[in-house]
């Protein structure tokens, strides 16, 4: 009986000095909600290029639809429209490139990722993925947060094109482990394959990054003014909606067979869109992004892929919003006899299409560069 009373007397202190050590501690436990700005000034650890994917599907060649053949004019359609159509219900394709850990070693980890630069790149664009390395997609601590890059890709090319762009994502992928890259072939009508594709691989691997920029190679992003204003969001630190960019509504797909944006009724029937950001660039807080993810499951795939993310949204009754910086559409600078390429212009927007990689180098240079001084006439309008 002694015994086994000290038995007891030695576990309840052991579980009350328990107790005073979580009480003690638990202030440094606060909640994600909390942290308006995360402090965490440690690195993300180094990133392993070799390693597995955390996640691997099981995977069968997806085959193509042969009913799409009996959709009225089907025969009529121009090539790659038809192969949308065969091809439109395939969403699992086996990753060639892969960085589980490139926002953590654990999902939850990811938490750390203030901003995470998603960025649309074709094998072919070497030269815009390493001035962007270099300039506005810089891995840093931004005002006390963390920006991490992301390229996504598929392949691309003939056959022999295809094996040596291939080894060159390797190559990248060596140095710089930003690159994911999946077997299906990255052309135009693909691009929201590619979105859903990253989406997925995002709640495997990145669940809890506050916010995202997702965007094309060629555009001009000053990421230090989009920290600035998703930390002046005071009561969203990306677990509420944000979705906003170049807001274009009141369109519908574009029926002339020439044009690039070509939906023809075999792919989408009704003749509006519903309201959505450009491509080119836009912010969404992980909370969105997994709001889109889920719809996603239920809605086809349509082509377009800006306007792909619009029908996830107004499924979930969401919206798009217009962001004044975010010019997807080209700067208007206010004369005519101004250089268009004046980094005063440059300092207070967000992001700018369509800008060539030398372009983007002298840009965030000049626009760091303390000695910049601006007028009132470089106001943007
Ligand atoms: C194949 O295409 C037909 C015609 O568009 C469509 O009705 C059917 O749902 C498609 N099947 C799959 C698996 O997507
Ligand atoms: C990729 O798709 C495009 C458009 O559908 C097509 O023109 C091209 O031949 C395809 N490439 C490969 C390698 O399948
Ligand atoms: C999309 O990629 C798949 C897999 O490579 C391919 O079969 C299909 O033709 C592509 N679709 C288009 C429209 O290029
Ligand atoms: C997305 O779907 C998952 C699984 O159904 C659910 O647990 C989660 O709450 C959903 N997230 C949002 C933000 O809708």
Redesign the pocket.
């Known amino acids: 009986m002694r015994r086994s009373s000290n038995i007891f007397d030695i576990s309840a202190l052991f579980m009350i000095s328990a107790l005073c050590l979580f009480i003690i501690f638990k202030k440094d436990l606060l909640p994600r909600d909390s942290v308006k700005i995360s402090t965490n000034e440690q690195p993300p650890p180094n990133r392993n290029p070799t390693r597995a994917s955390r996640f691997n599907y099981p995977w069968n060649p ?1 085959t ?1 639809n042969d009913s799409a053949r009996s959709i009225p004019g089907f025969s009529t359609l121009p090539g ?2 038809q ?2 159509l ?2 439109r219900h ?1 969403r699992q ?1 086996p990753m060639l490139l892969d960085v589980p850990d490139l926002c953590g070693a654990t999902p939850e980890e990811s938490a750390n990722v203030f901003l995470l630069l998603v960025i649309k790149s074709s094998p072919w664009n070497y030269d815009r993925r390493e001035v962007l390395r270099k300039t506005w997609a810089k891995e840093r601590l931004q005002d006390g947060v963390w920006i991490r890059r992301v390229f996504i890709s ?2 691309t090319g003939s056959s022999e094109e295809q094996r040596k762009l291939n080894k060159l994502l390797w190559l990248e992928q060596q140095e710089n482990q930003d690159i994911l890259q999946w ?8 691009l929201t ?1 590619k979105q859903v594709l990253f989406l997925e691989w995002m709640m495997n691997n990145c669940p809890r990054a506050h916010f995202l920029l997702n965007g094309d190679d060629d555009i001009f992003a000053n990421t230090d003014n989009m920290v600035e204003y998703l930390q002046s969001l005071k009561d969203n630190d990306g677990d509420k909606h944000l979705f906003t960019g170049h807001l274009i509504h009141y369109v519908g797909p574009i029926r002339e067979p020439g044009s690039k944006y070509y939906v023809p009724v075999q792919v989408q029937e009704s003749n509006s869109y519903p309201p959505y950001c450009g491509g080119g660039g836009f912010l969404l807080s992980g909370f969105t992004a997994t709001v889109i993810y889920n719809m996603s499951h239920s809605i086809e795939l349509l ?1 377009i892929d800006d306007v792909y993310m619009g029908m996830c949204l107004e499924k979930a009754g969401l919206e798009p919003a217009s962001h004044f910086g975010v010019r997807t559409a080209g700067l208007h600078v206010p004369s005519l006899t101004a250089d268009k390429y004046d980094p005063c212009y440059y300092r207070e927007i967000l992001l700018v299409h369509r800008f060539l990689p030398h372009q983007i180098f002298i840009m965030w240079h000049e626009i760091h560069n303390p000695r910049l001084k601006c007028g009132k006439s470089h106001n943007v309008i």
Request: hydrophobic share 35%.
């Open positions: 997806c193509p790659h429209i192969n949308f065969y091809y395939c394709f598929g392949v077997d299906f072939n990255d052309s135009f009508f693909n394959l082509p």
